[in-house]
């Protein structure tokens, strides 16, 4: 049997971020490493600064400090991955070549880029992350359009096949996402943010407003894609049995500081700082 | 003329319009904002049309109107008129004498020639207009060359009606760089666009912005690579003069349920009875 990888690279660095609307509003000196294939989850009451964090990691919103440091692992060029050499194209001989790009550094071009082809950020509410006036079909091929995929067959084929991955019904593929329920939303809109196979997705309470059966399915079908594509997550979440399923490593946030950090069971089932035990302790049925 | 200025416009006006006009010919394809000014009549007539066709007339230009290609509907008569009142210009129907046409939903069938200028009336210049509403974000997107949505809408079209349904201001990408509406022209003139030894320029009055397409600029229209991109055909030709490559227009002719199919060029159409009798 092979063993499994000891050392995981560092995808994302996060080196002493601070985004403040006001005192405590917002989040404040945020320190942490995500290494590839990794879940982490964040959790916290409301306005603890959870969103603003998000934001900023995900190039949405510059920090007043600190920086956000994305590496590319040197073995797998963007051109490999994304099977387009053509948007980069000048670029990339540079590019392959610095392989730790600096979020807030690198232009808003490169930036927009890098959130297109290689990111993913999988809103709350679908309605902000899918086109509702477009079917289905269109909104899961809208990012290999600009990546520059040209052939309506092929598009529609990986479609459907996105669909099925997601439990839909391949058959709606020309529906309009209005018509479809929210869980359904909420699954088209992890179709066509996975569609590209990014290697770094955001997401944002991907189950809230969904009901308790709905949201467990949901919950089994996105961690079977973070193992079965190898996805790298940092997850927002005020709960805690979301982020226990799927989050290898929690961070608690409060005030918009980080008061704890650690393995999920361990956070979850042996909270040190009082405010985790304060969370831990007032979910109902944990 | 006592009262106007040759042109109507006044000369600093036109001298903006001119140096937004050099900036859209230098960036093919690109949007150029201009201070668009009121003129006496109604936005949605061609008051972009008419300011551009002002700022360009010189008093020894001829002129020719055309509306949806003819040259004696309302909107075409009008600005013609408007045209001999203010600048006192030679004006004309024949495609081949004119130097500068202002046009209304057609390019004209005949060829047109190095050092012609067409102009043309633009009503809604943003071709990602109708899948995203902000300014902001539209201008962003074509400086990043983002334009993977206009093949959304093409997509959308093909999963609706099986073809792509879009038959006017079909989107064109300009010398490889800027994504254009190329106004509401029937996608039966967009091959047109491609390699025109003609200046084309663009004005919306109400948007305030111009654009432009300098001669022998490559066009392209966007299509996918499995449902290329196709011009419309008739079974008909027309009734008049028996072309089988104009674009033609359905014409009831009475209650009975009796049609003809008809050049919407009417130039062409009547120089082509010309030749033939």
Known sequence: MKKPAQEYPVLLDVQDITRLYGPAKGCEAIDFRLHAGEVLGIVGESGSGKSTLLRVLAGLEAPDAGRVIYRRSSNEPEAA??????????????????AALDLYAIGEARRRALLRLEWGLVHQNPRDGLRMGVSAGANIGERLMAQGQRHYGQLRATGQ????????????????????SGGMQQRLQIARTLVT?????????????????????????LRT???????????????????????????????????????TDQILDDPQHEYTQLLVSSVLTP | MDGYNFAYLDEQTKRMIH?????????????VPFGGREMPMPYGWGTGGVQLTASILGADDILK??????????????????FQRVAGVETTTATTAADVIQTRHRIPETPLRAGQILVFQVPIPEPLRFIEPSEQETRLMHALEEYGVMHVKLYEDIARYGHIATTYAYPVKVDGRYVMDPSPIPKFDNPKLDGNPALMLFG??????????????PVES????????????????????????????????????????VCSDTDYCQTRRGDVA
């Open chain 1, 81 to 98: 991955r994304t099977g387009t050499g053509k948007h980069e194209s000048g670029g990339d001989q540079k590019e392959n070549a610095e």
């Open chain 1, 161 to 180: 096949a996105w669909m099925r991955q997601v439990e839909l019904d391949p058959g709606r593929i020309d529906d309009a996402p209005r018509t479809f």
């Open chain 1, 197 to 221: 196979r990014p290697r770094l997705v955001f997401m944002d309470e991907p189950t809230g407003g969904l009901d308790v059966s709905v949201q467990a399915r949901l919950l089994d079908m």
């Open chain 1, 225 to 263: 894609l973070v193992r079965q594509l190898g996805l790298s997550v940092v997850l927002v979440t005020h709960d805690l049995a979301v982020a226990r399923l799927l989050a290898h490593r929690l961070m608690v946030m409060r005030h918009g500081q980080v008061v704890e950090t650690g393995l």
């Open chain 2, 19 to 31: 140096r937004a006009l050099l900036k859209a010919v230098a960036i093919p394809g690109y949007q």
């Open chain 2, 65 to 82: 109107v055309i509306d949806q290609g003819a040259d004696d509907t309302t909107n075409a008569v009008s600005i013609r008129h408007f």
């Open chain 2, 204 to 217: 919306a009055g109400r948007e305030k912005r111009l654009y432009a397409i300098p001669p022998y600029t």
């Open chain 2, 222 to 261: 966007l299509d996918f690579e499995d449902h290329p991109f196709e011009i419309q055909r008739w079974e008909h030709s027309c009734a008049l003069c028996g072309s089988d490559r104009s674009y033609l227009d359905e014409v009831i002719t009475d209650d009975k349920g009796g049609r003809m199919f």
